[in-house]
């Protein structure tokens, strides 16, 4: 059973920094590629960052671009985000997804919540 669990968000206040992790079992972590997603109240899900499952190739949404970066480790089946600089308008519930079997499957999200 896929299963994805989301850690670290929380209130900051703009130009802080947050690490999130998501924890993945029943599946071999090292054979996927990773993505984090976010969702704003009243806007639709979209992708911040992807990780290949070697961790060779990253991708990033331009909006974060210089700012947020994703990483994983293999051993410890976790992927991270580190989000820096951040803005009021990178508040969202962040989530991270694998593809499993063409299947997608998601974590139940962590709040981040940037304001003063």
């Known amino acids: 059973q896929v299963q994805l669990v989301e850690s670290g968000g929380g209130l900051v206040q703009p130009g802080g920094s947050l690490r999130l992790s998501c924890v993945a079992s029943?599946?071999?972590?090292?054979?996927?590629?990773m993505s984090w997603y976010r969702q704003a109240p009243g806007k639709e899900r979209e992708s911040v960052a992807t990780?290949?499952?070697?961790?060779?190739?990253?991708n990033y949404a331009d909006s974060v671009k210089g700012r947020f970066t994703i990483s994983r480790d293999n051993v410890k089946n976790t992927v991270y985000l580190q989000m820096n600089s951040l803005k009021p308008e990178d508040t969202a519930v962040y989530y991270c997804?694998?593809?499993?079997?063409?299947?997608?499957?998601w974590g139940q999200g962590t709040q981040v919540t940037v304001s003063s």
């Open positions: 997804k694998v593809l499993w079997r063409r299947a997608p499957y």
């Open positions: 990780i290949t499952n070697t961790g060779g190739n990253t």
């Open positions: 029943g599946f071999t972590f090292s054979n996927y590629a």
